[in-house]
Nanobody, 123 residues
Framework: QVQLVESGGGLVQAGGSLRLSCAAS????????MGWFRQAPGKERELVTAISGIGGGTTYADSVKGRFTISRDNAENTLYLQMNSLKPEDTAVYYC????????????????WGQGTQVTVSS
């Protein structure tokens, strides 16, 4: 079992930055791929970025490439998402997720989810 708790969301003006954190329970954190998904009102949940458990390989949605950076601290069981140059279209609930093995763009493939944190970007 893995429990995930996000923090760091909030309201920011366009062009600003936010850093999300996700604290994970469990002793095998490094074996899990970790990801950040987001869901805006009326839209499907989408993968924003993911990072492999070992090796640190990453993937990003085209809409956030060059602006967002995912990282993880396996010693602290923590996942991060640094979001820069935020745009109003980044407004959504952001979810931290974990799955054993390689990351996958299909949200149904992810086993564990946080409660979500709201990110609102004003224009």
């Amino acid at each position: 079992q893995v429990q995930l708790v996000e923090s760091g969301g909030g309201l920011v003006q366009a062009g600003g930055s936010l850093r999300l954190s996700c604290a994970a329970s469990g002793r095998t954190f490094k074996g899990y791929a970790m990801g950040w998904f987001r869901q805006a009102p009326g839209k499907e949940r989408e993968l924003v970025t993911a990072i492999s458990g070992i090796g640190g390989g990453t993937t990003y949605a085209d809409s956030v490439k060059g602006r967002f950076t995912i990282s993880r601290d396996n010693a602290e069981n923590t996942l991060y998402l640094q979001m820069n140059s935020l745009k109003p279209e980044d407004t959504a609930v952001y979810y931290c997720a974990a799955k054993w093995g390689p990351y996958n763009g299909n949200s149904d493939a992810w086993s564990y989810w946080g409660q979500g944190t709201q990110v609102t970007v004003s224009s």
